[in-house]
């Protein structure tokens, strides 16, 4: 499923799209620490594109950088075509979405929205009407008058929205947009979030330390630690395929088993684990020299568990027994012990009404696990 | 257990209470007295009142303080402030360590080290460059901006430590040039912070005396200079009658202050229930 | 065409730049240049002053650069002043004796203001409000004032003797107005709000929940207090004490007023040393002397609110 469907074509697979916002070799060092480390990044016309990552991994910096408040060590950004470097945050088209707001707590929401408009020096008309019509679209209407603090944190966030939309930036910044709201609101606000990107056509870059938020709202992901991308995607592309362990525990979670290559062709790839000798047959191939070390995620997810044991084979296949068991309501998570030691992680759907207090299987109860051959990775590092 | 130590807190405030407020009673007591010998008390009267009113010198003395009041407040706002950014928002410049030692260095210092050092460097300047030719007005208000400015950096620099810096950032994103962010986005953020420095330095003007009777000259007599003459030689019923007046002008002046703020409080309070009570329709609206 | 207008975008760019960072300098230079003038040249007069030879003369002392004969700038560098303190029994006394007056009155604040500060932070949001103005209001009255009104409470025919007189309690009046006592008085009295109002920040900010997790985990009241409370309130303590230490040390007023010719206080002396002595510079010595004494407690001071203005 696309998110936009102007973005179906997917222009970042399309050797002859033009990039709108190009990140060339970027670094900004602090002293000794080094909080972004020579980063290349491509953003097309339309994105709503995601940095993901933790605390301090660089991501808010960059942002910064492209607002204009930091100054990049080295580097280049162009936007549109237009280098800059050396052009002033109050110059540069784009707007940013504060974390915290920033709402001027001494302006009504029609002054805090028309500020940027009236910096522009556009005329008293103008202003206004551009004021009232995204007021109408972010459905403050009625608050127009009110000054910020007179606003519940919903509000407030859609003011931050309006404010920095209003002067149609090239690329809108948001910094961590619904971090300040509650559980609720954000996936209420993230859908509304995205209906608007896709109404006014703007290029959106959203910094964003929760999965589940970049995964609802980008075309593209990029995923960031310590200063540095690590892996670039679509959500699909980065939750199916992982290209490294970090990548698959950090996006979701992942059972990781450690093992050598086998086999290695077109088709398929065959893997067996180093702890106790059990085969891992991968469907898709690879140019993995026989013998290499490599790991083998699977997600919790794709796991089946079953009581009797399924069609005798001689790979995908484990057996242990049930160690714990959390009820969720619409899932429920296993912890299953393998003989050698190694607990496995299974997540299963709970489809079927269990009678009072049965679960699919039972603590310390045998059971089989199995999955198909498209639902694991290799992963070399 | 607790209850005790509960009570002997109390009893304590109510003591420390106590012990601040009752010279200040019969300070104002004694000043409808009639006789002339102030403790002795001789019947009820404003004989004091009108010996004050009636006499050339205090109002004089008077004049010359809230005179310098007014126009140090001004300064020491408008350099404290400058002092305020630069320390809060510059990061660091060359002599900074020294700007900020010597910005709160006269909060502590004692005042006799202070008149003394801005009297001799009076008295040099006048030597070598002719200036100033006389001590008073201008002494005096240089004297107390320099301690006062002090006292408005300490306020605007915690109210701007306390103030979100994405706002002036958010500013400078929407297009105003770093200028236009401090005249549209600082400044009128700091505008209570300065209003409160204001107050401060023209109260501390006008309650100094150690200061400014080093640095003034012949016949510029302020206020606190005029008091501190005629009860150095003892009790005197018409300062009483103008204590009680300076008492209770501040008196109503502080609970006045201390009323509108509480008023903002409470609007704020109701602004906030206010805002809750709109997202409770709001989500109402949407789920229905 | 494209490479001159980039030169004259440089240019304009440049310009720019150099206005907005003159618009800084004038920002940090208008107070910065104030206060050279008006703070840091000042006490360097008064440093040097002090190394002078006091002269009967218009101005009252000798030049520390004089012109030997041969033409060569010399310098005069006279430490009798400093010897004279040293050496003059009154001087030492007044400096011990200001030490001990501000000391003590500090810990009768500190005595006093504790548990006022501890009862206003327990007591309810509105009362809270009231005893906070009740604390700052006499703050902003006349320091003079508050003074004077203990000179009506403590002269021999002062309230407290009358009173005293009219219940029995004694025939002859006690003499308490101009003695040592009357000063420590005045003191504790005009600094109190000065211990209380830091002592009420810090005890603001303190988290009730630890004295419950403290008896909690079996600590008395008492334990709680000294193991708990009391090192949790300690900046408060130190920036209280120091507030009233470090003024209570220059303090004139009080002295003159309270103490009158019997209290011996090292600002009370410097200021007649100048004013009535008109002797320049042993006065700049005595300030210079006073400084020394003061400089720890003020840079501790500065310390802590340096550190509290990061935090």
Redesign the interface.
Known sequence: MSKDPKLAHRPWLDPEAEPYIKIQGITKRFGDFTAVDNVDLDIYKGELFCWLGGSGCGKSTLLRML???ETPTAGKIFIDGVEMN?I????RP???M???Y?????MTVEKNIA??LV??GLDKATIQSKVEEIIDMVELTQ?SKR?P???????RQRVALA??LV?QPKVLLLDEPLGALDK?LRE?TQYELMNIQDQLGVTFIVVTHDQEEAMTLSTRIAIMDKGKFIQTGTPTEIYETPDSRFIANFIGSANIFEGHVVESGKEHVLVRSTRDQSLFYIDHGSDLQENAKVWVAIRPEKIKISKSPPEQSDHNQLIGTVDDIGYLGKLSNYKVLLDNGKIIDITYPNQVRPKSGDHLVDWEEKVYLSWDASSAVVLTH | MKKQRSTFMFSMLCFGLAFLYIPMVLLIVYSFNHSKIVPIWGGFSFRWYKVLFESPEVWQALLLSLKIAVVNATFATLMGTLAGLALVRFGRFRGRTLFSGMISAPLVMPEVITGLSLLLLFITLSQFIGWPSERGFTTITIAHITFSMAYVAVIIQSRLTGMDESLEEAAQDLGAKPLRVLTDITLPILAPGMLAGWLLAFTLSLDDLVIASFVTGPGSNTLPILIYSRIRLGLRPDINALATIIIVTVAIGVILAGYIMWRQEKQRQRDQQMAAADKLDFDTETTA | MSEASQISNSLVKNLSYKLQSSWKTLVVGIPYIWLFIFFLVPFFIVLKISFAESLIASPPFSSLFQWAEDGALQIRVLFDNFAYLWEDELYITTYINSVKVAFISTLICLIIGYPMAYAIVRSSPTKKNILLMLIILPFWTSFLLRVYAWMGLLADQGTINNLLIWLGIIDQPIRMLYTQFAVYLGIVYSYLPFMILPLYANMEKLDITLHEAAADLGAKPITTFLTVTLPMTMPGIIAGSLLVFIPATGEYVIPDLLGGGNSLMIGKVLYNEFNNNHDWPVASAVAIALLIVLVAPMMLYQHIQSKESES
Do not use: C, I, T
């Not at chain 1, 002033?88 to 110059?91: K, S």
């Open positions: 607002a204009g408040f050396d002033p945050a109050y110059e784009v707007n940013m504060f974390q915290s920033a709402l001027f707590p001494h500020y940027g910096r522009d608050f000054k603090h007179q606003l519940s944190g919903g509000q404010r920095a002067k609720r209420q």
